[in-house]
């Protein structure tokens, strides 16, 4: 199995910060990472698909970077809304992709 | 309206059963594998199981295998799990997700709709 490890794994942060969150992967999965937002009390919402991909309706400063082991998601100016758990998923290994830890980003 | 609402959750007895279920709307559910993901309360997410479009494709976690079974009726657009022998460990809210792909071999592939849940509680 695929194991992805996400640092930190939560970090504080003021409004209009840059903020990158890392996701490293057990061994190669090409470009097939996706990150997740999850805000309390609702499902996970895809961002960033394929590593790179920004998800419709996305705002743009949401980016993703990386391919075979080592991942970024960076929010280039974070917003009130921002406020949330990220997750970072592995589809290389199928049928069984899997989630990283998931990181909390908090208001500073 | 792309839509997933599952349903059939509730509280249980330690080695009972349950099936849940999900219901899609507003997209060609035939054209898209399914998936099962849990959240136990205050943790993060786990896959818990996936089907592809014509359920010729399946599969489980290691932490379910041999007590869950994923199925599908294209005609009634809906997804299945049928959980058995549940532990306290299986407590938690299960999510229906839509994948990007057809099938859930291959690679690749999101999850791009997601259900707001139904919750799985497994004490005596």
């Known amino acids: 199995d695929i194991q992805m490890t996400q640092s930190p794994s939560s970090l504080s942060a003021s409004v209009g910060d840059r903020v990158t969150i890392t996701c490293r992967a057990s061994?190669?999965?090409?470009?097939?990472l996706n990150w997740y937002q999850q805000k309390p009390g609702q499902a996970p919402k895809l961002l960033i698909y394929?590593?790179?991909s920004l998800q419709s309706g996305v705002p743009s400063r949401f980016s993703g970077s990386g391919s075979g082991t080592d991942f970024t998601l960076a929010i280039s100016s974070l917003q009130p809304e921002d406020f949330a758990i990220y997750y970072c998923?592995?589809?290389?290994?199928?049928?069984?992709?899997?989630f990283g830890g998931g990181t909390k980003v908090e208001i500073k | 309206e792309v839509q997933l609402v599952e349903s059939g959750g509730g509280l249980v007895q330690p080695g009972r059963s349950l099936r849940l279920s999900c219901a899609a709307s507003?997209?060609?559910?035939?054209?898209?594998?399914m998936h099962w993901v849990r959240q136990a309360p205050g943790k993060g997410l786990e896959w818990v199981s996936g089907i592809s479009w014509n359920s010729g494709s399946i599969g489980y976690a290691d932490s379910v295998k041999g007590r869950f079974t994923i199925s599908r009726d294209n005609a009634q657009n809906s997804l299945y799990l049928q959980v058995n022998s549940l532990t306290t460990e299986d407590t938690a809210l299960y999510y229906c997700?839509?994948?990007?792909?057809?099938?859930?071999?291959?690679?690749?592939?999101?999850?791009?709709?997601w259900g707001q849940g139904t919750m799985v509680t497994v004490s005596s």
């Open positions: 997700a839509k994948d990007t792909y057809i099938a859930v071999t291959g690679g690749g592939g999101a999850f791009d709709v």
């Open positions: 998923q592995q589809t290389y290994s199928v049928p069984s992709p899997s």
């Open positions: 061994r190669s999965i090409s470009n097939y």
């Open positions: 394929a590593a790179s």
């Open positions: 507003g997209f060609t559910f035939v054209d898209y594998a």
